[in-house]
């Protein structure tokens, strides 16, 4: 029977604890890992070591520590951590395959094997083949956007099976449907897709390397919504004038930008919304929707300090560390809502002859 | 008859030899952006001890008289098509106190260019992105290390190098599909040599100003031409 099952014939029944913890140092070193990534976009280092899998042409292991200097030392940690979070989702797998029998759980951990190998190649494509065009845009473009979103999902695959082999697991698949009003888990799950389009626009936006598009905020070269002709776009790129010589700024980089504001202001309407709704419900959603609400305000101030400080390396990271883990916050809430939406009948309908909750009356009637 | 027409056949070819250098002075006209100190190249443990005092950006080297130096100076227009040999010495561009020297400078398409690594320090030479076709290239080119040609096949104003090591390294190369260009100094001066007699057009363009162009008539005393590049 499932280990974590709210089934009454083994209350208190769980993953392993350990389990759990290994879960959660995977997600804590794969948010690392991203803002690691971070660090190496904002640097502009990420072609600091021009090949790959080699480095120098030694195998990354091997490769001498006297020669990690300047852009050399964050792309080269970036892969050395990336391979051992590779290693780490492995073991994770295995041991969800002996200690935990949750088909669902088992299989959610096998799907992080290829995610985080997948990862890794495009890390590597994103290194070899950045002068190629693909879909008619350069490939350090085309396949850094695709690392840079596939990291923070491959995160929210990891931060659901930390859920899963959590106490609260248990907890929030015993509270059921009666609880919760039914579409919050919609509403969550929609704001947390949401969050997954404004990260495409942020990644496509930190990857064209064209620096600040827009230089103020709240307004935009002091406008609601700037102008991008031709006179005006040759003017800002006469201005421009930062330590890293970005790419001139386009009309596209500017829209881009803006859609990214706009975009945020949605978000952190709609998550402040919910959490607000939420509250006074008892419920430990409400906690968890207050922390997901402070996280996206945090964002909204790091992202206006990103351009404040024009750009500052360490902002701009903390600004890609704080979004990845709105949108864990975000998936995992959505997740768990989804759960208490449904019983434990919601991530995967089990056997009924192994003891899981049934139907929603039935998680009503425990609960209560 | 035979001897004439040869005469002929030299004076023509002799006529078209012919020329002189073009002269001018590229000054700037408004207030430049304030340059900014490249605070991580003196923060680097290896690149800091390679320079002295504070190091800035050079968008706009404005020198005596508001000259603007680092202007890619280059015949447009007006030349034959023809395909001309290589320098008799190859332009260099090094790697010096981890900044590329010169900032700007200018190659015929289709012959090879030198780079070198003068600093104690290991360097990646990366040209990531052509808009002329170019083939890019991204080399790591450790201290002292051997130096290394590259030739740009297709004009290009400009070709953009970059350091992703130290990612505050930038160099400009105009490439050109004639042998007659120049970069201003930096009292925005320059000389563009023997320019065949004729009717040009002759471009000034600088990474942040813009590019303008101007028409000349080089005669056998060469010519002289001046230009403003503006802020708007």
């Given at each position: 029977m499932p280990i974590d099952s709210p089934n009454p014939a083994s209350p208190g029944a769980q993953a392993p604890r350990w389990l759990h913890w290994l879960a959660l140092a995977a997600v804590i070193a794969t948010l690392a890992l991203i803002a690691l990534g971070g660090v190496?976009?904002?640097?502009?280092?990420?072609?600091?070591?021009?090949?790959?899998?080699?480095?120098?042409?030694?195998?990354?292991?091997?490769?001498?520590?006297?020669?990690?200097?300047?852009?050399?030392?964050?792309e080269h940690t970036h892969r050395l951590v990336a391979s051992s979070i590779g290693a780490l989702t492995i073991i994770l797998a295995i041991c969800i395959q002996r200690f935990d029998e949750r088909r669902w759980l088992r299989q959610l951990a096998w799907t992080a094997v290829p995610v985080v190998c997948l990862q890794g190649l495009l890390g590597g494509l994103r290194v070899e083949l950045n002068r190629i065009p693909v879909f008619g845009m350069p490939g350090a473009i085309f396949f850094g956007v695709l690392h840079a979103t596939i990291s923070q999902i491959f995160l929210c695959v990891l931060g659901v099976i930390a859920l899963g082999t959590s106490a609260i697991w248990t907890r929030v698949g015993v509270l059921g449907r009666g609880l919760l009003g039914g579409r919050a888990h919609r509403e969550v799950l929609a704001l947390t897709g949401a969050m997954i389009v404004q990260l495409v626009i942020a990644a496509t936006m930190r990857h064209q390397h064209a620096g600040l598009a827009i230089p103020d905020?709240?307004?935009?070269?002091?406008?609601?919504?700037?102008?991008?002709?031709?006179?005006?776009?040759?003017?800002?790129?006469?201005?421009?004038?930062?330590?890293?010589?970005?790419?001139?700024?386009?009309?596209?980089?500017?829209?881009?930008?803006?859609?990214?504001?706009?975009?945020?202001?949605?978000?952190?309407?709609?998550?402040?919304?919910?959490?607000?709704?939420?509250?006074?419900?008892?419920?430990?959603?409400?906690?968890?929707?207050?922390?997901?609400?402070?996280?996206?305000?945090?964002?909204?101030?790091?992202?206006?300090?990103?351009?404040?400080t024009g750009k500052n390396d360490g902002v701009a990271t903390a600004h890609v560390a704080v979004g990845a883990l709105s949108l864990l916050t975000g998936a995992t809430l959505g997740i768990a809502l989804l759960r208490a939406r449904n019983g434990a009948m919601a991530i995967n309908p089990c056997d009924p002859t192994r003891g899981e909750i049934q139907t929603a009356a039935e998680v009503r009637s425990l609960a209560s | 008859m035979k001897h004439s027409l040869i005469a002929a056949a030299i004076a023509a070819s002799a006529a078209t030899v012919l020329g002189g250098d073009v002269t001018g002075t590229v000054t700037f006209k408004g207030t430049p952006p304030p340059e900014k100190p490249i605070a991580p190249l003196m923060a680097d443990p290896n690149c800091g001890k390679l320079v002295k005092g504070t190091v800035t950006t050079r968008h706009y080297v404005v020198g005596a008289n508001n000259g603007l130096g680092n202007v890619f100076v280059y015949v447009k227009a007006g030349l034959a098509e023809k395909k001309y040999d290589a320098p008799a010495t190859k332009p260099v561009i090094d790697q010096v106190g981890c900044l590329y020297e010169p900032y700007v400078s200018g190659a015929l398409a289709g012959s090879p260019i030198e780079i070198r690594n003068s600093d104690p320090v290991l360097h990646n030479v990366n040209f990531m992105k052509s808009e002329a076709g170019n083939t890019p290239f991204n080399t790591a080119q450790g201290p002292g290390g051997k130096s290394l040609d590259r030739t740009f096949a297709n004009p290009e104003v400009f070709v953009k190098l970059q350091c992703n090591v130290h990612p505050w390294m930038f160099g400009y190369i105009g490439v050109v599909n004639n042998p007659f260009f120049a970069v201003t100094d930096k009292d925005g001066k320059y000389t563009v040599k023997d320019l065949p007699a004729g009717k040009y057009t002759l471009a000034f363009k600088h990474l942040k100003g813009g590019e303008v162009t101007q028409e000349i008539e080089v005669k056998d005393s060469g010519a002289t031409a001046d230009a403003t590049i503006e802020l708007k």
């Open positions: 190496v976009t904002s640097k502009g280092v990420g072609m600091a070591v021009p090949d790959w899998p080699t480095t120098f042409d030694h195998n990354m292991y091997t490769f001498p520590v006297a020669k990690w200097q300047g852009g050399i030392f964050w905020f709240p307004l935009a070269y002091g406008r609601i919504y700037p102008a991008t002709d031709a006179d005006t776009l040759s003017r800002i790129n006469q201005r421009r004038g930062a330590v890293v010589d970005d790419a001139p700024v386009q009309a596209f980089h500017v829209h881009l930008q803006m859609a990214h504001r706009i975009v945020a202001l949605l978000l952190v309407s709609g998550v402040v919304s919910f959490a607000l709704r939420q509250r006074g419900s008892g419920q430990p959603w409400a906690a968890w929707s207050r922390i997901w609400a402070i996280l996206l305000v945090v964002q909204c101030g790091l992202g206006a300090a990103t351009i404040w | -």
